[in-house]
């Protein structure tokens, strides 16, 4: 019945607006994940410190999520969440280094 309207070829300005509420459209589902996320580690402790931020966005990352679109809604600097990935991974090799 719309094949007629599928077949229309898009116009400059409503291609870049597709893309734009594509690109909203990915922030704003890796932003209710984020949320979903803290509600929950919200219920069994206070507030997350910077390295729980950036375990919860390294799961969320491997789930799919983009990481600018993670960062954005737990409004973490780039430089941030890798410093707290380094630490993170430094303890866990001095535990299977001490075993």
């Given at each position: 019945?719309?094949k007629?309207l599928y077949q229309i070829?898009?116009s400059?300005s409503?291609?870049e607006?597709?893309?734009?509420l594509r690109?909203r459209?990915a ?12 509600s929950?580690e919200?219920?069994t ?5 910077q390295?729980?931020?950036a ?17 954005k ?18 303890v ?8």
């Open positions: 019945m719309n007629n070829p898009f400059e409503e291609r607006e597709l893309i734009r690109e459209n922030y704003l589902e890796a932003e209710i994940a984020v949320i979903k996320t803290e929950l919200k219920r402790r206070s507030c997350a410190s390295g729980e931020k375990a919860i966005i390294k799961e969320l990352r491997e789930v799919g999520y983009q990481l600018k679109h993670l960062l809604a737990m409004k973490m600097a780039k430089s941030t969440y890798y410093f707290e990935l380094n630490k993170i991974d430094a866990a090799e001095k535990k299977m280094v001490s075993y």
